[in-house]
Nanobody, 131 residues
Framework: QVQLVESGGGSVRAGGSLRLSCAAS???????MGWFRQAPGKEREAVAT????????YYADSVKDRFTISQDNAKNTLYLEMNSLTPEDTGMYYC?????????????????????????WGQGTQVTVSS
């Protein structure tokens, strides 16, 4: 069992940056980790995922080249560096992991973009980007 706690959200103007953190209560460096976001009235969608042992990462097309997912395994912490933010990036951002299973691992050792298979979720941190 693992607990995840997100932090770092807030309000920022378009073009600004934020760094989100996800603190895990257990070592998750060998598990799939992902950041998802959900805007009001929309489905929760994958933003970025990482399989740490191979540093295999995925980014949604909408955030590619602007966001960076990374881990500090010594601190059991996952990060999402977000740059050049736009109002379309507004939403609740959630950290997730498939800790203790292989459900989110793909056949090519990436981590799934589907929320199915991620058994543990944080409470979320709000990101609001104004124009």
């Amino acid at each position: 069992q693992v607990q995840l706690v997100e932090s770092g959200g807030g309000s920022v103007r378009a073009g600004g940056s934020l760094r989100l953190s996800c603190a895990a209560s257990r070592y998750t460096g060998r598990s799939c980790m992902g950041w998802f976001r959900q805007a009001p009235g929309k489905e929760r969608e994958a933003v970025a995922t990482i399989y740490g042992p191979l540093v295999n990462t995925y980014y949604a097309d909408s955030v590619k080249d602007r966001f960076t997912i990374s881990q500090d395994n010594a601190k059991n912490t996952l990060y999402l560096e977000m740059n050049s933010l736009t109002p379309e990036d507004t939403g609740m951002y959630y950290c997730a992991t498939d800790f203790g299973s292989l459900r989110a691992r793909t056949s090519t050792n990436y981590c799934s973009v589907s929320k199915n298979g991620y058994g543990y979720w944080g409470q979320g941190t709000q990101v609001t980007v104004s124009s």
